[in-house]
Every structure is written in C-alpha cells, then in structure tokens.
C-alpha cells in the first residue's frame, strides 16, 4: 500500500469516508481514485468494479449518480478497516509528507454545536480535515434548559459541555501552532471559551495558539479557511 504518497485530496477522501455522521456527498470518481492510490481498481466491464487493497478484495457498482449512497459508504469504510487503513493511520504519516512527523500547523474551525480539526500539508499549499468534535448535546437544549432554570446565570456565560472540549484539546496534542477560528456573535463564544479552558487546563496546548479569528462559519469553505490559515501562519513564521 502507499499510503505516503497520497495526495492532499486523496487524504481528504478518506477523511470523509471515516466522517460520523455518513457522509453523503462521497463521489464515486474520488474513491477509485483513492483506492487506485492504495491498492488497485479493477473494472469488471458489467458495472462492477474490483477494489484491491492489501490481501482485502471488494466489488462495488459503479452508482447511476455521481455520488456513493450511504450503505455503499459504510461498505467502504469496513474494507479499509479490514485492510488495515484508517484515517488516523494515513494522515499521521502523511501530513507535511513526513512519516510520523507531527504536522506543523493546526486550524480549529468552532461553535458551540461543532469543531472541526484541519492541518495545513504540503507546506501549506494543502489544508486536510483531521477530525469532527460534536458535543453530547450538539442543539444545546440542555444548556437552554439550564439557563432558563438557574436565575442565577442571569447576564453571565450559560453553563458549556465541558467534555466538548476537553475532546477538541487533546485533538490539537500533536500541533505545534494552533489557529482559532470562530464565530463571535450572541452572548457567548465557544473559540473564546475554547482558549479560557485551554489556558486553564492545558497550558502547553494554549501556549501554541498564534490566533483567533472571528468568521461567519455558516459560509466558510475549506478554501477560505486554507487562506485565513495562511496569512495567519505566514505572519509568524
């Protein structure tokens, strides 16, 4: 298997494969072309296809849209389980193109319903998703309830899932910068609150951050997040 020779994009692909919740939006071109990097394609001619990786052998069809349905993801994610290939596997030996080398530079994109993990590859011309963090309590009904019960809270921050992240902080161990990226609006920052837990709790972690930046996250696409990363790092280099 090559697993140190996968591309930026074939290390996105197969984050994607591993995402929880399935991810819907898998395209059958993207896979093939993983899979033909770890192993091999086969193309049966009926439809079918072959896919070979390691002693581990599968058969897929070819799906009638562009992208692969969710039993046929869950298939795929088994496979490469059964092949000893696992997102956390490849991108370790693979960001920054070093095996076992830890990546330089690490971007946590974060509200209170979601934190999403990337690492900048390639020297930075790359940003690979490592990681989603949800809470126990993804809609924050439980805080809700609780704000609305303790009177107390009145005009002070509403109680946080503090395992939320303490999950985001032990993703971020292997970084040696850290970039912060968040939305600011309504009484509450999770990226603020993020960097007070990190401050108090995992000092060595906090000490890494180079910035926090306030963005409108329901907008943000990878590629805006790669060049607000960019300029963040190349500021402190």
Not at 226 to 234: D, L, P, Q, Y
Request: proline share 3%.
């Amino acid at each position: 298997m090559n697993e140190q020779h996968l591309t930026a994009h074939h290390r996105n692909t197969l984050q994607h494969i591993f995402t929880h919740p399935l991810a819907h939006n898998l395209e059958w071109a993207e896979v093939t072309s993983l899979i033909d990097s770890l192993g091999s394609v086969i193309d049966r001619h009926n439809g079918e296809y072959a896919f070979d990786v390691g002693n581990q052998r599968a058969f897929f069809r070819r799906p009638h849209g562009k992208t692969l349905d969710g039993q046929d993801v869950a298939r795929l994610r088994k496979f490469l389980g059964e092949a000893g290939i696992t997102a956390d596997s490849v991108l370790r030996r693979t960001v920054d193109g070093t095996k076992d080398e830890q990546p330089q530079a690490f971007v946590v994109v974060a509200d209170h319903h979601l934190a999403r993990v990337f690492a900048l590859a390639d020297g930075g011309k790359e940003i690979v998703e490592l990681e989603q963090i949800t809470p126990d309590d993804p809609r924050g009904f439980r805080r809700h309830l609780e704000h609305k019960k303790e009177a107390d809270y009145r005009g002070e921050r509403i109680p946080e899932d503090r395992t939320y992240y303490e999950r985001i902080a032990n993703a971020l161990k292997r970084a040696r910068t850290v970039l912060l990226i968040g939305d600011s609006s309504g009484k509450s920052s999770a990226i603020a609150y993020l960097s007070e837990y990190l401050a108090e709790l995992h000092n060595d972690v906090f000490r890494r951050i180079v910035g926090t930046v306030d963005a409108d996250l329901s907008a943000l696409s990878e590629g805006q997040i790669k060049t607000i990363a960019a300029g963040v790092f190349a500021q402190v280099r």
